[in-house]
């Protein structure tokens, strides 16, 4: 199934584009397939694109001044507790790709990151997903999403 129409367009404020289909603004990062990333089929193995959202996920949070680092330094960890990619093109070894994260559902103990990778030169858009997160503290007990990042969830720019 061919994915809706994603138009990231250049703000000129840093790593951040603006979908020209449905006005969002996503956070951007790049990179380069490595060859070790690739199966023997020569394309990127399927579950070397989660460790692409935990790239974009872990740019975001830096970019926004809220380091993961930072998040386990106040007593937080958030691992993925539910996840979904949808596959549209291929990407092989040396393709340079972007990863656009954006911050999406955010409830009382668990929070959403959503991905679109594309590849930079053709504009291809590779894959689409989503990574769901429970906060947990330090001794592994589900608490109350941190401030810190409720706030980024709320100041992420919309528009």
């Known amino acids: 199934m061919k994915p809706k129409p994603f138009l990231p367009e250049s703000r000129g404020d840093g790593p951040y584009v603006r979908d020209g289909a449905t006005g969002l603004i996503w956070h951007r990062c790049g990179s380069r397939i490595l060859y070790a990333d690739t199966d023997r089929s020569t394309v990127v193995y399927h579950a070397n694109y989660l460790r692409y959202f935990e790239l974009g996920r872990t740019s975001l949070m830096r970019d926004a001044a809220y380091s993961y680092r930072e998040v386990e330094e106040d007593g937080y960890v958030y691992p993925i507790i539910d996840l979904a990619i949808q596959f549209h093109e291929s990407l092989h070894y040396d393709d340079p790709l972007w990863v656009h994260t954006r911050p999406a559902d955010l409830e009382r103990v668990r929070l959403r990151f959503d991905y679109i990778i594309?590849?930079?030169?053709?504009?291809?858009?590779?894959?689409?997903?989503?990574?769901?997160?429970c906060a947990l503290n330090a001794r592994g007990i589900p608490v109350a999403v941190d401030p810190k990042t409720v706030h980024l969830w709320k100041t992420f720019p919309n528009l």
Do not use: L, N, Q, S
């Open 118 to 133: 594309t590849h930079a030169e053709t504009g291809a858009d590779v894959c689409r997903g989503y990574t769901r997160h």
